[in-house]
Each structure stands twice: as C-alpha cells, then as structure tokens.
C-alpha cells in the first residue's frame, strides 16, 4: 500500500516539475518573442522618423536649389542676387559656385584653399553632362554638389552648398520629432556619440536602439531611448516576472497540496492499520478472560474441585476475570461515544480518596497474585474536586492496570494524592519497562501503542490512555507521564479544586 501511495504520489510530483520546466521554458520563449516584437516596434519608430528626417531634408534643398537656379541665371548682378538668396536660405551657411574651368564665380575668389579642392575627387567629371545632384562630406559636415543648368549663352554652373547645423535642428529635426516620441526619446547623434539634437534630458533613460541615416546625414544616427524602468521591455519583463512568480505560487499550492494529501493518507492508513490492532487485541482480550471463565465455571459444574479452599480460589478467578472483562468493555463503550460524541459526565463536588481506594480495592486480588508490593498515599485534608465519579474511577483504574501490565520482575506499585497548589495530583508510579522519551508524546492517541519490543507481546487495545487523557480533559485537569525505559513510569493526574474549573456537558 505504501509503495503505491509513493508511486502514485511520485508520478504526480514527476508530472509537476514536466510542467513546471515547460511552463518555464514556454514563458522564456513568450518573454523573447515579445522582446523581439517590442524591438522591431521601436525599430519601425526609429526607421520611419529618419525617413521623414531625410524626406524634409530633401524637400528643404529641393526649394533652396529651385531659387538658386532662378538666381543664377542673371550673372550680371550675381553678387547681390546670392546674398539674397543666402538671407532668404537659413539652411544653409556656405555656398559656392564654380565654373566649368573650376573658377570660382560665387564668393569672389581669395588667396585661399578652395572647397572645390576638397571635392575633386568626389565629383567625376561626367557629373557636367547629365546633371543631377549629391552629398559629399566635409570632414563633419555635408555638402550638397549640384550643377545648375544655365540657358545658353550662358554655361553651367557647378553649386555647392554647406548645411548650417543651427538650421537644420531648428527647421527640419525639431518640427519633424516633435510629433514621433511620445514618452520615448529620439535623439540625433554624431558619428562620436556626440548629441545634435536631444529634446530633453537622457539622465533618467534607458538606450533601446540606434538607426544610420541615409547619404543625406551620412554622419549622423537616430537614437531611441524609453524611461528607465516604464519602457516595454521593461514592462514585459515585469509581466513575466509576474506571471513566473504566479506560476511559482501555483506550484507551490500544489506541492502543498500534494503534501497535504500524502499526509492525509498516510494518517489514515496508519489509523486503518491501528484500528485493525485494536479489534485484534480486544478481540485477545476478551478471549482471554472468557476462556479462564469457561474453563474454572466447566471445573466446577462438573464437580472436579478437590477442596473448598481450591473452590474458592476457582471462584475468584471468575470473579476477577469478569471484573477484568468488565473494565474492557466499559473502556470500548465509553471511546464508541466518545468517537461520537455522546459520553456526558456529571461533575459534583467530592473528595478524591474514596474514589483511589475503591479502584485500589478492585485490584486488590490481582495485585495480590501477581506479588505486587502497593503503596496508597493519600495526604489528608485534601480539597474536594469536581468530579465524575465513576469516570475518575475508570482513569485511574486504567493507569493501575497499565501498571500490571507493564512491570516485569520488580512488581512494585505506589499511588499517592497530594495538594498542588490549588489543585490535587494523583499519581500512579510503577518500576517497570518504561517508555521511551520519543513515544511519551503519542501515548495518548488513540489506538496508539509503544513500538517497543518488550510492549508488543502484551495484551492491550491502545484506547485505555486516550480514555484517560478525555476523562482528565473533561475535569479541566491535565495529565501528564515522567518515564525512563527500566526503569518504570509515573503517570499523575492534576485535577483543579472545587469550583475553579468549568462545568462540562456532552464530551
């Protein structure tokens, strides 16, 4: 039974740890696939607003270069008609013209370096023929190379256009941005990690990603950055850690539960197999005093006593045996209702010795076949107790007999009653096996006896001690046991005086 209850309970503890790593692994996987989600969203963030960057960038030049074209078409008042065109132009700070013979035209000429040489090597000279525009870089800046078709006579024009930085965060990023963040923050950046342009403050944010920009900002990056700890990666993180912690107190239930049931069960197998051991010892019990009835009554009723004396003897042990039968069947009665919760004891105010010395009485005979050398102490003037007083007899008639049962050679038995402060203890002492100090603790649960070898062989229900304890319990008492293995046990009873403990009805 208990290698299935094992079995049964190993497989489903088995069951919860598979479930428990797939749970785990499943939510890693959910955890990941939702990291990556978030991350291609904000991605696709990013990606769209250096789309729009560049859109508006291209627009901007796009109209700077359509006025510029108009403005070169007088070259006479060149000059004048460029300043103007810068005033009118804030995007760009610099611009140059050059001629097909790479003569400076616009700014007049000077003694130094020209910009054209810087971009000899970008600009292949079929750029003359068919047009069209591009972005070169001017260490970190951008220059926009243009050729200005001119209407003949007049030549072609080659332009090159510097972007102010002041301009370009004030009329293209601030206006494009605005309207793309939200709670997340885009930043432009320079190809050192240096800002461009930040909204606001990045001390309170966490990096989530950065895109390049295009040819158009070939120097610049788009960072995207979300607050520290609202961000979705970080609300993601928490709704795993939540759910593996729900997960966890899941399992955890079920552990307990599971726990919980294997206890239940085991008690309840042990309590099935203890109550198996109580029908078969008193069923020995009972045998035994009805076999030495039937046996002495048989003598007797065929006449095969020898003498009165032996006749007498015949008839005490029936009489003793019955007594003894009595006592079992009254300890088997009184547990069937207190298992159901029908034994009621009337409590009134007595003295506690009548009581020892009717119990001792009953047992004189025994004790005395046996070779038992008694001892009753009783101090005087002792407070009366409220007491059943039948009930106290049967308790302390069964630690007597308990006694009796479990001494060996040294048959010594002493019985006491004394004050204890407001309260009088009866004690029950004998020099026998003893109990060992593990089992002392279960001694008064039902149908429980002492695992001990020396205990087994003897007859006994396991109920005389639950009886006992329910009794004292029922009194307002509490009872206790002092024992050391060989060398015997004291069981006291300390029972409140009259008055000082509560009425007790249906127990």
Do not use: C
């Not at 520290?228 to 928490?238: K, M, T, W």
């Not at 919980?260 to 109550?275: F, N, P």
């Not at 009930?391 to 004050?419: F, G, P």
């Not at 004998?430 to 070898?453: A, C, L, M, N, T």
């Amino acid at each position: 039974m208990r290698r299935r209850e094992l079995l049964l309970f190993g497989s489903v503890l088995l069951a919860s740890a598979i479930l428990a790593a797939l749970a785990a692994l499943s939510l890693r996987q959910w955890e990941a696939s939702a990291q990556r989600h978030i991350r291609d969203q904000a991605r696709d963030m990013a990606t769209m607003a250096v789309e729009k960057i560049e859109m508006a960038v291209l627009k901007a030049e796009e109209e700077a270069l359509a006025r510029l074209q108009t403005a070169q078409r007088d070259r006479a008042t060149l000059p004048q008609r460029m300043d103007a065109w810068k005033t009118e132009t804030p995007m760009f700070e610099e611009v140059y013209l050059f001629d097909r013979g790479g003569v400076q035209r616009y700014p007049p000429s000077t003694a130094g370096p020209s910009p054209l040489d810087a971009l000899r090597a970008e600009i292949p000279p079929p750029i003359w023929g068919r047009g069209g525009r591009r972005h070169v870089a001017l260490g970190d800046r951008v220059a926009l190379v243009a050729v200005l078709p001119g209407e003949p006579p007049l030549d072609s024009l080659l332009a090159v256009l510097v972007r102010s930085e002041p301009a370009l965060r004030r009329d293209v990023l601030e206006k494009t941005l605005a309207g793309l963040e939200g709670q997340s923050v885009l930043a432009v950046l320079d190809r050192d990690n240096r800002a461009v342009y930040v909204p606001r403050p990045l001390d309170r944010t966490e990096h989530v990603l950065t895109v390049d920009f295009g040819e158009t900002l070939p120097s610049w990056r788009l960072a995207l950055y979300e607050p520290a700890g609202l961000s979705p990666r970080d609300a993601v993180r928490r709704q795993a850690w939540l759910f593996a912690a729900a997960f966890g107190l899941l399992l955890a239930v079920i552990t307990l539960g599971l726990g919980a049931t294997y206890r239940l069960v085991r008690r309840e197998s042990e309590m099935i197999r203890l109550k198996s051991d109580f029908v078969a010892n008193v069923s020995h019990d009972l045998k035994t005093p009805l076999a030495l009835i039937r046996m002495f009554g048989e003598t007797l009723e065929m006449n095969r006593v020898p003498d009165e004396a032996t006749r007498r003897e015949y008839y005490g042990v029936i009489t003793r045996e019955s007594e003894r039968l009595s006592r079992l069947i009254d300890n088997v009665l009184d547990f069937s209702r207190i298992e159901e919760g029908r034994r009621r004891y009337v409590l009134a105010a007595g003295s506690i010795e009548p009581v020892i010395f009717e119990v001792m009485e009953a047992f004189r005979h025994p004790l005395t076949q046996l070779g038992f050398k008694v001892s009753v102490e009783v101090e005087p003037d002792l407070p009366e107790v409220d007491l059943d007083a039948e009930a106290m007899q049967q308790a302390v008639a069964n630690l007597v007999d308990n006694a009796i049962k479990y001494s060996d050679a040294r048959r010594h038995l002493t019985v006491t009653a004394r004050r204890a402060d407001d309260a009088v203890a009866v004690a029950v002492a004998d020099e026998g096996i003893g109990i060992p100090p593990r089992e002392q603790e279960r001694i008064f649960d039902k149908f429980y006896r002492v695992g001990h070898s020396d205990t087994q062989g003897r007859r006994g229900s396991g109920v005389g001690l639950a009886l006992v304890k329910h009794i004292v319990d029922a009194h307002g008492g509490r009872v206790g046991v002092e024992s050391r293995v060989g060398e015997g046990s004291r069981f006291t009873i300390i029972l409140p005086a009259a008055g000082s403990a509560p009425s007790v009805g249906a127990r």
